[in-house]
């Protein structure tokens, strides 16, 4: 199982980003893909994902209306939007499980992050 997030780097706030997730060893048939971030400081943060078969997506609270989840197969976007200086992080793509709303990355899912920097 591998997981490749990309598409990071220096956005300016206020401005968006695209980030790519590239899925080997499963696909979007088998488990859910999510994306997830850690600050500097902080603890792992999920933000939202895209269930099995891509049926839905789930958001979390703190960036709904930010964000949206998209993909197929083998590739998972993460498109986000109005762009803080506080969402300067690692971000993460993972297969999960969901749960009450919510979704949860599957251990031994989980691929190397990509840095988002929001500077001016």
């Known amino acids: 199982v591998q997981l490749q997030a990309s598409g990071g780097g220096l956005v300016q706030p206020g401005g968006s980003l695209r980030l790519s997730c590239a899925v080997s060893g499963f696909t979007l048939e088998d488990y859910g893909i999510g994306w997830f971030r850690q600050a500097p400081g902080k603890r792992m943060e999920a933000l939202g994902c895209?269930?099995?078969?891509?049926?839905s997506t789930l958001y979390e609270d703190s960036v709904k209306g930010r964000i949206t989840v998209s993909g197929s197969k083998n590739t998972v976007f993460l498109q986000m939007s109005g762009l803080k200086f506080e969402d300067t992080a690692v971000y993460y793509c993972?297969?999960?499980?969901?749960?009450?709303?919510?979704?949860?990355?599957?251990?031994?899912?989980w691929g190397q992050g990509t840095l988002v920097t929001v500077s001016s």
């Open positions: 993972a297969g999960v499980d969901v749960g009450g709303g919510r979704c949860f990355g599957k251990a031994g899912y």
């Open positions: 895209i269930t099995r078969s891509g049926g």
